[in-house]
């Protein structure tokens, strides 16, 4: 049952708690990102992804199916930050050379941010379908805006 808030009004409690659920769905990923990213999928526990959360176990399984599930989104959401950064490299309006440069500029700085352990990560402890979409984000947010520049 829906509870009027102080205004009299129905309904608004309903999007309060999608906005909260956003919210933990955010922060999930972002404290999972930061623990995943510096200690790599294997060495990261559900029960330590929960506790830098302050959630309990079913908080963060109301969002993600499992540890593998999470790992992914939080994969995606680091390619996508990249994408973003070499797709404006690749676009500027810079002549070739300016735009190669911005380019391994971005690359560096996306290096710097562990990849290497994600690439370990998706070949040892992620497999099937999931494995199938960070190979397939992988090559595409990372080498899709390189090969547009050519």
Known sequence: MLHP???GERGSGMAVAAENGIDTRSRILREAE???MAHGFASVSMREI???C???KPG????FR???DLYVQVVLGVMGRAHG??????HADLDLSHRVEAAVRALVLIASQNMDQVRRD???HVQGEARHTLERSFFIDMAGPIVDMM
């Open 5 to 7: 808030n102080a205004a």
């Open 34 to 36: 930061h623990l995943f």
């Open 66 to 68: 499992d540890k593998e």
């Open 50 to 52: 929960c506790e830098a």
């Open 122 to 124: 998706m070949v040892e």
């Open 85 to 90: 950064m070499l797709e404006a490299a690749a």
């Open 60 to 63: 963060v399984y109301y969002h």
């Open 54 to 56: 302050k959630l309990t």
